[in-house]
């Protein structure tokens, strides 16, 4: 007797393609901005000024990754590179923010729209 966990395999596998598009995670869209920008990485890797990375869920079932670059000596987000992952991995950009009002403090942004998220 053939062991069916290949054909239970193939068949679990078909009914997931059927479903739609497999959802990317919130790990699979940083990759997916990292891979198509891999400036962003050196950005990331330096100590100063200091930058994160942040993801938030799409309603659209997609991915809003961020990289944002923080203050050094200065309170606040700088700058932010936003960009869009739909749920197949497709990276677009969303948009870039800076902060030319030194005296204003930044501490969040949407990472939809790349705008000061306070207003």
Known sequence: ???RIPVLFA????AACASGPVQASSQQATQ??????PELSARLARDLPPSTLETAARA???WSVAVLTWGSGRPGILAA???????AGEVRPAGQFR???LGREVRR???ATCTDAAG
Request: aromatic share 4%; proline share 3%.
């Open 109 to 111: 942004v949407d990472l």
């Open 60 to 62: 659209d079932g997609g």
């Open 99 to 101: 902060n030319s009002d």
């Open 81 to 87: 590179e936003c960009f869009a992952v739909t749920a």
């Open 32 to 37: 997916a901005v990292l891979s198509a920008h």
């Open 1 to 3: 007797m053939k062991p």
């Open 11 to 14: 068949a679990s596998l078909a």
